[in-house]
Structures are given as structure tokens and as C-alpha cells.
């Protein structure tokens, strides 16, 4: 075996291995920004050699298996894959998702220097098809060697998002971060998706808020994508579907008009109820116009109970953000 690469994306991998980069493409795409984080164990067992590890939960389980097979990878570990290879790459995107990837993978591999001896780095500041789709050849990302410096930083990174608060989390903004230069966006990014201590409402709910307020939105109006005025990348298609279930879905909504739900498969399987989901005008209610001009708060009049990293967010324990100072509020 060559070369290999290591993807955040599958749609990265998938141009990647056309244009024939690599002798073999691994895509991670574990979500690790929504509910529970996996347990140690969990976390352990994804990385390593093929035991008992149900499918889904293990690196290699979303690459084809000819091609593993072909390669005799189809049963390594990561730290057993990465030194066995004449050089092995990570190519990283820049959104909060693809960031705690590289943190885990570096901290797993911290553990045994010899999985990094070949192992390099590639930052994306852009989406990979955002170059040219045609011609991925053509993008060359620089390159950076992980050091013993990088493993420390991004083991750090990766306990303080599970740790049971985001303190340790917003600390690194006081730590010099710049050996994972996209690091730092990434902390903010995150620590802006915690409850505003004005709203009660993290940063992508809100920009869902300003986009239904003009009225006559249609649910896909709010979601993230290309060229679309959803910006936001924390949270994916799912994910954001489910946010907006939140807000209208809730004890006070503050989002009216959402003619269908709970967004989810079985929703989507049905071509009639997705219709009706996707025809639907959404508008907010007096009390999501109070909410968004920060006049009311949301969590005063609903339950929050959802994951944060290793923060488990609930009315009663809300670690909230302050968007005007850039400071992390604790409960009380």
C-alpha cells in the first residue's frame, strides 16, 4: 500500500479516490456535535482493530469492503494501519464537525508516536469541491507534520469538549492555538451554538428565527447549504431539521406554520407528508418575535434538555453564552 488518506467528508473521499490520489480513501463522518458523545469505550473501540464493534461503529465500516479487502486493510486499527503505509494523510475541512475528528484522531494516536511517524496534515479552508470539482488534483492543501506539540494541543482540545462542562473548552481561548490553526474558530463556533443568556437560543435557532421573520419561509429556506442564506455549519441536515422541530414543536412555540413532522426518516419515506413539510409557510409567533429582539427568553417558558459536547444542558444546569462580551455564563 502507497498512500493513504483520511477524509471528515465522503463526498471529499469520494473525489479524491476518482481523481486517483491514493491507493486507498478512508471517509469519518461520525456526528459528534448532536446528543451523547460516545462512551471511552466507544471512543476506543472505533479506532481499533476489528473485534466485536457493532457496524457503523468503527472507522473502516463506511468504506467499501472490496476495496479494503483488496488492500488487506479490512480488519486494522488506526494506529496499526497508519505506520503500515508509505505515507498517510489527513485531510481536514474547516467546519466544527471535521475539527473534533482531527482532534480524536490525534489524540487517539497520541498514545503510540509510531502511528504518526508518516502521518501529515492537510487543512481545507474550503470545500473540497469548492476549487474545482472537475480537477481535484489540482488542490494541493499545505501540508503540516503532527509533532509531539500538536498531539498535546488536540488531546487537550478533545477532553475538554467531552469534559462535563464547556469551561475547560472555553479556556483554550486563552492558549495559543495556532499549531491547529483552525482550532480557534472552531471553539468559537461551538461555545456560539450554547443558549444566548439573553434568548435562551443558540446561534443556528437564531439565524433560523431571522429567516422565518419576513414571513412566507418554507422550511428548506432555513436550512444551510450553498448559497444559502443559512450560513451557519455547525449542525447538518438532520440536525437543523430537528432544531427547527424544536421551535415549533415545543411547549411556547416560537415558530408557527410547520404543517408536518417530527422531521425524520419515516417522514421522508412518505412523499405525501414530505409535500406537505416542504409546503409549509412558517412565520414566527409574538412570542418567537419577543424572543429573537431579545425581549423574552426562550428557556423561561420551555424545557432544554440536549447535549452539548460532554455537557449535559438542562433548564435547571444551563451553561449559557454572552455574545456581546464573548463570555461563558455558568448556571445560576
Not at 472507522?59 to 494506529?79: F, H, Y
Not at 450553498?226 to 421551535?247: A, P, T
Request: net charge negative.
Amino acid at each position: 500500500m502507497t498512500r493513504l488518506i483520511v477524509t471528515t467528508d465522503s463526498s471529499t473521499a469520494g473525489a479524491i479516490q476518482r481523481a486517483g490520489l491514493a491507493d486507498l480513501v478512508i471517509a469519518i463522518e461520525r456526528r459528534l456535535v448532536w446528543g451523547a458523545l460516545p462512551s471511552d469505550a466507544e471512543l476506543d473501540a472505533f479506532f481499533a482493530p476489528r473485534r466485536t464493534q457493532p457496524h457503523g461503529l468503527r472507522w473502516l465500516d463506511d468504506t467499501p469492503s472490496w476495496r479494503l479487502e483488496e488492500l488487506g486493510a479490512q480488519d486494522r486499527g488506526l494506529i496499526e494501519l497508519f505506520p503500515e503505509c508509505d505515507s498517510s494523510e489527513l485531510w481536514v475541512g474547516s467546519e466544527p464537525i471535521a475539527q473534533l475528528i482531527l482532534l480524536w484522531m490525534l489524540d487517539h494516536c497520541g498514545c503510540k508516536r509510531a502511528a504518526v511517524s508518516k502521518l501529515v496534515v492537510r487543512q481545507l479552508d474550503i470545500a473540497f469541491g469548492g476549487a474545482d470539482p472537475e480537477r481535484p488534483e489540482k488542490l494541493n492543501p499545505p501540508t503540516a507534520k503532527p509533532s509531539q506539540d500538536h498531539l498535546e494541543l488536540a488531546g487537550r482540545a478533545w477532553q475538554a469538549y467531552r469534559a462535563p462542562t464547556p469551561q475547560a473548552w472555553f479556556d483554550l481561548l486563552r492558549a495559543d492555538l495556532s499549531l491547529l490553526p483552525q482550532l480557534e474558530r472552531c471553539v468559537v463556533d461551538l461555545l456560539e451554538e450554547l443558549p444566548n443568556v439573553t434568548t435562551g437560543r443558540g446561534a443556528t435557532e437564531t439565524r433560523i428565527l431571522e429567516l422565518v421573520a419576513p414571513g412566507e419561509a418554507q422550511p428548506f429556506d432555513v436550512f444551510p447549504g450553498h448559497q444559502k442564506g443559512n450560513e451557519r455549519r455547525v449542525f447538518d441536515y438532520w440536525e437543523v431539521g430537528s432544531l427547527l422541530d424544536g421551535l415549533a414543536r415545543c411547549e411556547r412555540p416560537v415558530v408557527s406554520g410547520l404543517d408536518e413532522g417530527p422531521f425524520s426518516p419515516d417522514m421522508h419515506n412518505d412523499s405525501g407528508r414530505l409535500d406537505r413539510y416542504k409546503g409549509s409557510r412558517l412565520s414566527l409567533t409574538e412570542f418567537g418575535k419577543a424572543v429573537l429582539a431579545g425581549d423574552e427568553n426562550f428557556r423561561r417558558h420551555n424545557a432544554i434538555d440536549r447535549w452539548w459536547g460532554g455537557t449535559h444542558l438542562t433548564n435547571e444546569r444551563l451553561w449559557r453564552w454572552d455574545a456581546e462580551s464573548g463570555s461563558l455564563v455558568a448556571p445560576g
